[in-house]
């Protein structure tokens, strides 16, 4: 891991959870982003490797207490460097801009098109 990442790397302390590829790429993601949010993420969020066919989804529960998980796939992990990191820039944006998916919140279509077209437009911003 480069040295510049091993900051941000630290600073989940323990919350990337997965393959050193998906850690390397996570750190890269966050390290494009202001410092503010860098230090959200690596508070609030676990990044998880999954073996689910999604390349990646957040979970945010009532019963994770302000905490979030971003799982990301091995399949992902298999996609140009550009995609694996607008992808996980896309999960934060969820996280960010504070959109719910939970069990325990019924959302409408409607609703759910409008928040990945705004985790879409943060995406674009850190890659």
């Known amino acids: 891991m480069k040295e510049e990442l091993k900051h941000i790397y630290k600073a989940f302390n323990g919350k990337l959870v997965g393959t ?3 850690k390397v790429h996570v750190c890269e993601t966050v390290a494009k982003m202001p410092e ?3 230090k959200k993420v690596t508070k609030n969020c676990w990044f998880l490797g999954s073996m ?3 390349w990646a989804f957040t979970f945010t529960g009532n019963d994770l207490k302000d905490m979030h998980l971003i799982f990301i796939s091995d399949e992902l992990l298999l996609q ?3 995609q694996i990191h607008y992808t996980i820039a896309h999960e934060i944006g969820h996280v960010v801009l ?5 069990t325990l919140v019924k959302q409408s279509k ?3 098109q409008e928040q990945e077209e705004e985790a879409d437009i943060f995406a674009r ?3």
């Open 52 to 54: 689910d066919e999604a």
């Open 20 to 22: 050193f590829a998906m």
């Open 36 to 38: 503010d949010i860098i």
């Open 110 to 112: 409607i609703e759910i």
């Open 125 to 127: 911003k850190y890659t």
């Open 80 to 82: 140009e460097e550009s």
């Open 98 to 102: 504070e959109h719910r998916n939970s």
